[in-house]
């Protein structure tokens, strides 16, 4: 479980396919601190850290996280998101995110105010209900708050501490993004559709 509060950029430094999965190395100033078997989040998915050399990690990523994610586009010297699992006797600085993507949305709008950034993105109207204006929404692994929200698109604003510490930097129109909607939005969910039917 995580807070969507990004630690670090990474960096691709290989990308390999092996059969239908993928493996990733990754290069980080937080890498050498990870541990073999360890849950990492990365732009938003949780994957398992399989082996560990000086600043750089190895992930795999099976056929169902290709197909559901942004993670199949990653190409050698691109940007990754990185946070290590949430300790429970800490503050929860952004919202609980489990790392589960629920799906992709595409940046239809990137504008540059005066001192802040808004980005505005598009996703399957049938993940509709499960964001409201202002709640939380996670973005490529990044904690954030919603506004202007409509069916099936949605407004974040970035600051720059968060452009210049996240992979917001490199997202323009047409990119796509990793989305995980609030874990407690999909249980009320849930829950109606048990009971109305």
């Known amino acids: 479980m995580f807070t969507g509060i990004v630690e670090s950029l990474g960096k691709i430094i290989s990308n390999e396919d092996n059969g239908t999965n993928k493996t990733f ?4 100033d937080i890498s050498s601190n990870f541990r073999v078997d360890q849950s990492i989040n990365h732009n938003g998915v949780c994957l398992t850290v ?7 990690h190895r992930v795999t990523t099976i056929k169902e996280t290709l197909n559901k994610t942004n993670l199949s586009s990653l190409m050698h010297g691109d940007l990754v998101n990185l946070e290590r699992s949430m300790l429970m006797n800490g ?17 239809i709008k990137n504008k540059e105010l005066d001192g802040s950034w808004e980005f505005t993105f598009e996703f399957d109207k049938k993940f509709a209900s ?5 709640g939380s929404i996670c973005v490529n692994g990044v904690s954030l708050t919603a506004f202007d929200v409509r069916k099936k698109k949605f407004t974040v ?11 917001f930097s490199t997202i ?11 874990i407690f939005g999909k249980y009320i969910q849930r829950i109606n559709s048990l009971t109305t039917t």
Do not use: M
């Open 50 to 56: 399989e082996e560990i050399k000086e600043n750089a």
């Open 157 to 167: 604003a970035i600051i720059p501490y968060t452009l210049e510490h996240t992979n």
């Open 91 to 107: 503050r929860i600085d952004g919202h609980i995110v489990q790392g589960h993507v629920d799906c992709v949305a595409y940046c």
């Open 25 to 28: 190395w990754i290069e980080s």
């Open 130 to 134: 499960l964001i409201i204006e202002k």
């Open 172 to 182: 323009q129109k047409g990119a796509k993004v990793n989305i995980e909607f609030d």
